[in-house]
């Protein structure tokens, strides 16, 4: 390489990496600007008091709301940090009174039009590194677990519950609520329904499109379809995509 080349490409390296900078400086304030920082300080205000003002664990983005009848029905289990919880725009969050929405990990973004809705006797727990993507509808009325590093598809339909009761002859209930319990590092591809009762091991995929309803516990697998079935193991996978935080590698 003569001296030209070596000026050209070391000047090419310098604007791929200055545009590469300005791009993701752009992309940060673009994100400051959806923030709605009225109303994430009035709700860090009003369930972790001074300190969540000053930390600001959760952040919300315009066009979303969280609404939990009890101050206690939002928690976290980690010391309060910035942007523990980020809620982009147009979701829902509804938390009856005795309801509880508690994260065990300090990473959770529920990104794009979610809802989530958890009744008075229904507990919702997440853990590390939690993503839902867009248009996921989560129903607790008894309890869903998530463990770490649990990634939502879009789509997605999650609830513990069959909100009618169905009767057998001697007028008792055959449909109770069921928990629903995955493990760590579980893909939920999109258009999936997960039903009440249903179990998950660790390092699953569960395939676009599948009905799963009852236990999948052979670890490092794809399951898909309706019903449900097992098609692969001895796989694993990884978050590459959200920039939200770094995959953690195993
Ligand atoms: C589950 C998935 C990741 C597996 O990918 P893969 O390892 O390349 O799997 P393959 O394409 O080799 O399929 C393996 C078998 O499972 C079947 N299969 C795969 N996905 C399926 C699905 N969603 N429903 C039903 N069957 C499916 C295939 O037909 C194939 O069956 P065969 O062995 O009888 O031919 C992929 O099929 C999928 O569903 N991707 C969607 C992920 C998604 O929703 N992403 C959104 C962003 S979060």
């Given at each position: 390489m003569d001296d030209r080349q070596f000026v050209n490409h070391r000047w090419r390296k310098l604007t791929y990496i200055s545009n590469a900078m300005i791009n993701k400086y752009l992309h940060l304030f673009y994100e400051i600007l959806k923030i709605n920082f009225a109303y994430s300080a009035y709700l860090n205000f009003r369930h972790f008091g001074f300190v969540g003002l000053l930390k600001m664990p959760v952040i919300i983005q315009y066009g979303s709301t969280i609404s939990c009848k009890?101050?206690?029905g939002l928690s976290f289990l980690k010391p309060l940090k910035l942007n523990m919880l980020k809620i982009g725009y147009g979701n829902k969050i509804e938390v009856d009174k005795g309801g509880k929405l508690q994260f065990s990990g300090d990473k959770a973004c529920f990104n794009k039009n979610n809802s989530v809705s958890v009744c008075n006797s229904g507990i919702f727990e997440i853990g590390q590194n939690f993503w839902a993507n867009t248009n996921s509808d989560f129903h607790c009325k008894k309890r869903l677990k998530f463990g770490d590093d649990v990634l939502i598809g879009m789509h997605v339909l999650i609830m513990d519950t069959d909100y009618h009761p169905i009767f057998n002859k001697q007028k008792e209930i055959i449909n109770p609520d069921r928990d629903i319990l995955m493990g760590n590092k579980v893909w939920i591809g999109s258009n999936t329904t997960i039903l009440k009762g249903t179990q998950i091991g660790n390092d699953i995929i569960i395939g676009a499109g599948s009905i799963v309803s009852g236990k999948?516990?052979?670890?490092n697998s794809i399951y898909c379809g309706n019903p449900v079935k097992h098609v692969k193991n001895d796989i694993t996978w990884c978050i590459t995509?959200?920039?939200?935080w770094e995959a953690r590698k195993s």
């Open positions: 009890s101050k206690n999948l516990l052979e670890d995509h959200p920039d939200f």
